[in-house]
């Protein structure tokens, strides 16, 4: 793409757009070549920069530049002193001229925002010689309604939540669900929430040559998931050969051409195969580690009053990477390549940190995790399994546990979920406290007299589609 890129950009700066003039009209637009035999009273020259008037030096030819300069030959410094000519001839019989120059880098990269030599030749060499025939002035002019990029107006960006909003998010809640996804989003940003679940706004996709963070956790993902599809829940064993054709098979559906042979995205392969082997060689240690199922959704429905005697029922779904059975406990799986911190022990202020505190993340969805494998358990009798067909493997009575792979840390084993709300640990505590909190949670998304706004963490921006939208 970015050689597809640089192509386009060379065209588009050798191809010229024919203008037709109205003979009548007080404005007349023309390149530099139809002004040379024409005087003018009022001269507009648009994108006065460096690289634009004059153009950058570059040699369109295959004659190297000293060999030319030898032989004579015409070089870009002819291109410019015809450019100069042009130019003061077009200024000489002026009474006003506007010239118009940018502060910012193009798209295409001809101008780097920097004004042209012709400009400064006018200032220091004939302004001076003039004897105040000729006076000049900068005015700058910004485009944008007026304060918007002022910290005060950023700072007050608000939605608040109209009938029409509010009616949007029961139906949403209502329907569709709300994941670990969607509670980490508004917790930790509201505003965030907003431009994501309600405009549906999505960034841009990017194509870059280079694999970047979120492509590499989807392609070790994508491989991860066929390994416990078509291997561990059949039983069938594993070896480095199977792993590094998936890793070949999963790059080559996924990552859209992008070559392998050399720079980061080989460094990328070659770490996920290290990733992908040591991880297999950690489960091997697992004496009667036992896959369940797969990229299975955990669902339930809780009942929610709302104030005026509304009541909802609203759908709590999560869709997980992997359930296994490990000795006789149950384990609901999610994988991560990126880092992983989880507190060692219940924090004391738990119910503050899983309501407000939007560095939890992780925590708050193991504990949503584990909040719907108990609940799917006391409802149906166990956890729905996918071995050849869908079905449900009976866990009642069997200790369950949320918790993280993660690829930064394999020698560190499955890292469990911290919440706990009692001593006991006693699953239909769990259940009801988890009940308790969800209801907070959603009456506080539904709260009209609590806008959508922005992070008072800067951290959080860092990596938000939205950062742009706030001014962040």
Not at 207 to 220: Q, V, Y
Not at 254 to 275: D, F, H, T
């Amino acid at each position: 793409m970015r050689s597809f890129r640089q192509f386009l950009y060379e065209l588009i700066r050798q191809t010229s757009i024919p203008f037709t003039s109205e003979g009548k009209s007080q404005l007349q637009i023309m390149g530099m070549l139809e002004t040379r035999a024409l005087d003018f009273d009022r001269v507009i020259i648009l994108s006065v920069n460096e690289g634009i008037l004059p153009q950058s030096r570059k040699l369109n030819s295959l004659i190297p530049f000293d060999i030319a300069a030898e032989l004579h030959l015409p070089t870009y410094r002819e291109q410019e002193a015809v450019m100069a000519y042009h130019f003061y001839r077009l200024l000489q019989r002026a009474s006003e001229v506007v010239l118009l120059h940018t502060t910012s880098t193009d798209a295409y990269g001809n101008s780097k925002g920097e004004q042209s030599r012709f400009i400064r030749q006018i200032e220091h060499e004939l302004v001076p010689r003039s004897k105040g025939l000729i006076r000049i002035s900068h005015p700058t002019v910004r485009f944008g309604r007026a304060g918007a990029n002022t910290v005060a107006d950023l700072a007050d960006l608000r939605v608040p939540k109209s009938e029409t909003i509010r009616n949007q998010l029961i139906h949403t809640l209502t329907t569709r669900g709300l994941y670990p996804s969607y509670l980490n989003q508004f917790v930790s940003c509201s505003m965030r929430f907003y431009f994501s679940r309600i405009v549906n706004i999505s960034e841009e996709e990017d194509i870059e040559e280079k694999m970047g963070a979120a492509e590499f956790g989807s392609w070790l993902h994508m491989v991860l998931e066929r390994l416990d599809k078509e291997y561990r829940l059949l039983e069938r064993p594993i070896d480095e050969l199977i792993i590094k054709n998936l890793l070949e098979e999963e790059f080559t559906k996924s990552m859209k051409g992008r070559v392998i042979e050399s720079g980061m995205n080989l460094l990328l392969y070659e770490l996920a195969q290290k990733l992908m082997l040591d991880f297999q060689r950690e489960q091997n240690k697992l004496a009667g580690l036992t896959v369940i199922g797969t990229e299975q959704t955990l669902e339930t429905y809780l009942n929610v009053p709302l104030n005026g005697g509304q009541e909802i029922k609203v759908r709590i779904a999560g869709k997980v990477d992997r359930i296994e059975k490990f000795g006789d406990q149950i384990r609901i799986v999610d994988y991560k390549t990126g880092s992983v911190k989880l507190p060692e022990k219940t924090p004391a202020d738990l119910t503050e940190k899983l309501l407000k505190d939007g560095s939890e993340e992780k925590m708050r969805q193991l504990w949503l995790y584990r909040y719907l494998a108990l609940k799917n358990i006391s409802e149906h009798g166990g956890l729905p399994r996918d071995k050849g067909k869908r079905d449900i493997f009976p866990a009642k009575g069997l200790p369950v546990e949320a918790g993280f792979y993660s690829f930064r840390d394999i020698n560190g084993g499955f890292k469990t979920n911290p919440v706990r709300f009692d001593t006991n640990d006693d699953p239909e505590q769990y259940i009801k406290d988890s009940e308790e909190l969800l209801r907070q949670l959603i009456r506080q998304l539904l709260d009209v007299a609590e806008p959508f706004k922005k992070t008072d963490k800067l951290e959080t921006c860092q990596f938000c589609d939205f950062k742009g939208i706030c001014g962040r």
